[in-house]
């Protein structure tokens, strides 16, 4: 069985690039099961998706632990404890980045044990796709290419009925469709390495119950939430020039997240440690001194 | 034309002080975040909030919550009987001298559409007919979005969700008029794209005892299919082409806190969402298009014949919209 795990941002596309990674595996007359994690999943909050492969009926369930492909639609990730890239990277043959930098730097970085593979996607998308694309079809072609699926037809078919299912308009479908071919130029089948005789998914452990307090999780800690960071969501950054700033207060009022504050000046200051960069801010500045700043991160 | 405004006149007069940290969980660009950040900074640091079940339960996911004041966590039908309970045990405890009455707390409900008009309309209903002395924040995406964006009884006509592919064939409950039927002190319909009025308004139903009752539009980025940074706009189309009135109603009795000069078409608003997108492509879908604009002049004529009698305003027709 081939386990592959995807993990990305909400928005990139992960849970529909697993099932074009199923549907293409489906269409060569595989066994195959997909799944996202369900729960938290929001625009920009950390996301992951499975699929499995087989010649036989899968029996085994639930989150992919002992991944075979590890796939990274945004190496910010690695930074974040929670969303846990390497569990089980123990197992797997090779870690894909989207990523314009150099592998060898990115395994040491990140501490990855196994060969690491990037492509940059990101680039890829906008460019063929436009700004603000998902990585569906780019990344799940990815894993298709990566799990040996190469035959371009059996590609596109699954990027055109897995896009189709999501409304997506024919022609962002035939860039979608442009994008992933140009994914298959790239990258090429990697092996995977054998389990041992008699390998299987980790044990399922029976859920403990606990009464009262012990129990229900409790928070102590009044506006914590300021130290997740989700600064690192933001794809471009507001920069507000001051010297044309009039102090309307709109950004500041507009701000969903409180990422604006007034200093005593009443000039507005971007919490750049937060900012989400949904660029609300940009948009309703009436004297347009806020501008938008590609995120530059090393 | 806007109302006078007793509490809050402009932006600057808006409290500055921050009772939700940033760093939550909701999307960039979240319209309920945006709406539940002007309420909390009106209503001030003393509230327990009781969150159904929603997008908005995601705020405090642990071990980190954004609200700088207590919360508390229910089932999506339940989210007022919860908060029956906790508005009960403070004022037991106050009158058992337990707990000074300088503690007590302001019991704010939030709730999405999907509870408030699905899930939880019983339980809902019930506080409301108890008299229960609380705030009740409806941030109002017009679908489940916390699970996929799946169709609820406030979708408006027309609008393709994830159990309506093709466009609901529904129409909109109304809510505040639900809720005048239970007589509350204070209900209003509020809007972040008009922060001003919204602080007013709830500034306002803070010096009513009971039920005070408040639904917002919640732009939804992922939902309605919009760039995150439209949001404030959209919110904006959504009162200048008359689709979200803006109204309060005291002890029963209603008047509009803005009221267009000039309605825009609704066709400026819808253009704006992929939601919608299907009305327009591949072929235009005139007749759901204007039954979208006739409910909404219709609705703005019963306004001006019931609050404006005396006034030189007109019946608005198509020929009107700009």
């Known amino acids: 069985m081939l386990r592959v795990r995807f993990h990305g941002r909400g928005g990139h596309g992960v849970k529909t690039a697993s099932r074009i990674l199923g549907s293409a595996a489906f269409c060569t007359g595989l066994q195959v099961q997909d799944s996202p994690v369900y729960g938290a999943e929001r625009r920009g909050a950390a996301i992951a998706a499975f699929t499995r492969i087989d010649k036989q009926v899968i029996q085994e369930r639930g989150l992919v632990l002992d991944p075979d492909l590890i796939l990274v639609a945004d190496e910010t990730l690695f930074t974040d404890p929670g969303a846990a890239l390497l569990a089980g990277v123990e197992f797997a043959s090779v870690v894909f980045i989207n990523s314009a930098r150099d592998r060898v730097l990115l395994a040491t970085e990140y501490g990855i044990p196994c060969p690491v593979v990037t492509l940059d996607l990101s680039t890829l998308t906008t460019d063929v796709v436009g700004r603000g694309a998902s990585f569906s079809a780019t990344l799940g072609t990815a894993a298709c290419a990566l799990a040996g699926i190469t035959d371009r037809s059996v590609v596109s078919q699954a990027v055109q009925k897995e896009l189709e299912s999501l409304h997506l308009t024919p022609e962002l479908i035939a860039k979608n469709v442009n994008a992933a071919s140009q994914v298959l130029d790239h990258l090429s089948a990697v092996s ?107 | 034309m806007k109302v006078k405004r007793e509490f809050f006149r402009n932006l600057k007069e808006l409290p500055t002080e921050e009772l939700l940290a940033p760093g939550s969980p909701m999307c960039a660009g979240c319209g309920g975040l945006i709406t539940l950040r002007l309420v909390l900074k009106v209503l001030g640091p003393n509230v327990v909030v009781v969150n159904a079940a929603g997008c908005l339960t995601m705020l405090a996911a642990y071990p980190y919550s954004p609200l700088r004041a207590s919360w508390l966590y229910t089932t999506m039908g339940s989210a007022p009987a919860g908060a029956q309970g906790v508005r009960d045990a403070l004022d037991v405890l106050i009158a058992r001298g337990r707990l000074p009455a300088s503690e007590d707390l302001r019991v704010v409900v939030l709730a999405g559409d999907g509870s408030t008009l699905d899930i939880g309309l019983s339980s809902m209903s019930g506080a409301i007919h108890r008299g229960l002395d609380f705030h009740y924040i409806c941030y109002d995406n017009e679908a489940f979005g916390n699970t996929g964006f799946q169709g609820s009884s406030s979708s408006p006509f027309g609008s393709r969700t994830a159990t309506s592919p093709a466009g609901t064939t529904q129409h909109k409950k109304d809510l505040f008029a639900l809720w005048l039927a239970h007589r509350p002190p204070y209900a209003a319909t509020v809007s972040a794209a008009d922060p001003v009025d919204l602080a007013e308004k709830v500034r306002r139903s803070m010096q009513f005892r009971g039920p005070k009752l408040f639904v917002g539009l919640a732009t939804c980025p992922p939902g309605w299919g919009i760039d995150p940074a439209q949001g404030h706009h959209v919110g904006k189309l959504a009162l200048d082409t008359g689709i979200w009135p803006l109204k309060e109603a005291v002890h029963g009795e209603v008047r509009h806190t803005y009221v267009p000069d000039h309605l825009k078409p609704v066709e400026d608003y819808l253009q704006t969402q992929a939601r919608f997108h299907h009305l327009f492509s591949p072929q235009r879908h005139d007749d759901i298009l204007a039954t979208i604009q006739n409910e909404v002049i219709g609705y703005w004529n019963e306004v001006r014949h019931r609050e404006f009698p005396q006034t030189l305003l007109g019946e608005l027709s198509r020929a009107d919209l700009r």
Do not use: M
């Open chain 1, 192 to 298: 995977i390495r054998e389990r041992p005789q008699g390998h299987t998914a980790s044990p399922i452990h029976p859920p403990i119950h606990l009464l009262g307090p012990e129990g229900t999780p409790v928070i102590y800690a009044p506006g914590n939430s300021a130290r997740r960071h989700t600064g690192s969501w933001r794809v471009f950054r507001p920069e507000i020039d001051l010297n044309a700033c009039t102090r309307c207060g709109i950004c500041f009022a507009e701000c969903p997240d409180a990422a604006i504050h007034l200093n005593e000046k009443a000039f507005p200051v971007v919490d750049y440690d937060n900012c989400k960069g949904c660029l609300i801010c940009e948009t309703e500045c009436p004297v347009h001194c806020i501008s938008e700043q590609k995120e530059v991160r090393t």
